[in-house]
């Protein structure tokens, strides 16, 4: 069982990597950029003027500006609701460049993701502890009596909320340990963690996402599949820090720990 599970977070780690590697994976953001910053609807390096209008964003533009809306190439007035697809989905291209529109908390804005970023030219790869199997260990979920929101900080220095659904109860190292935990739609589980190893010898914080629970709260907790968030590739997303509580006083010496860059 040990073999197979290690073959299996091998495939994991190999498909994780292919993924955020992949031309529009998180390398590739190079902005994003909020239309309450941009009063004038010029956005940094971006065609076009991208005015808020009630519930959706209006892009005008000319021919010269080089944008395409739904591959075609496009001139004149669209209004715009937020993209929920694929980045490689987005209606707005200009070239191999996709404009994701986006909300966040009731404010829009657009996301910039360049296949030829930077940092997607200088990926290396993930540094990721190979799988150890002390590190994989049974939980129980419990869920609040109520949702709960506390606000936190995030990766672009603002504090936003943060919604949690319950709490996530496991013992490692001989020590009985929690974590807060959020509920996905898909019923798995999303856990932002720290721990002693956090800014030494892994990234400021991870996050983890337990399979969905059963009907007695029962799932594994398995750090092997710890994973960086989305701003350890990019600085333009705005990823939340662990809400309270949620930084552990042990080393979770397991998963993704940092990038490798050229």
């Known amino acids: 069982m040990t073999s197979d599970a290690a073959d299996d977070w091998k495939h994991w780690h190999e498909h994780r ?30 065609p076009g003027v991208w005015v808020l209008d009630g519930d959706a964003v209006v892009l005008t533009a000319s021919a010269s500006d080089g944008l395409t809306v739904d591959g075609e190439p496009f001139a004149g007035e669209i209004r715009l609701g937020a993209d929920t697809g694929p980045v490689s989905a987005a209606r707005v291209g200009l070239g191999e460049r996709r404009l994701v529109v986006l909300i966040r908390e009731g404010a829009w804005g657009v996301r910039d993701y360049d296949p030829d970023s930077a940092a997607r030219r200088a990926f290396r790869g993930i540094e990721a502890t190979p799988y150890d199997p002390r590190r994989s260990v049974p939980g129980r979920f419990t869920p609040y009596d109520a949702w709960r929101v506390v606000r936190v900080g995030t990766a672009d220095g603002v504090a936003r909320e943060l919604g949690l659904d319950g709490e996530l109860a496991f013992q490692l190292d001989g020590l009985e340990l929690t974590l807060q935990v959020a509920v996905q739609d898909d019923g798995k589980l999303w856990a932002v963690f720290a721990d002693s190893t956090s800014g030494n010898g892994s990234y400021r914080f991870r996050f983890l996402y337990p399979g969905a629970p059963d009907a007695e709260g029962r799932t594994t907790v398995d750090f092997n599949r710890a994973v960086l968030p989305p701003c350890a590739f990019a600085d333009h997303f705005i990823c939340p820090f662990p809400p309270p509580g949620n930084t552990l006083g042990v080393a979770i010496e397991a998963g993704e720990r940092n990038l490798n860059l050229r």
């Open 17 to 46: 990597t292919e993924t955020v590697s992949a031309p529009y994976g998180p390398l590739a953001l190079i902005g994003t950029h909020w239309l309450e910053d941009c009063p004038d609807g010029r956005l940094p390096d971006i």
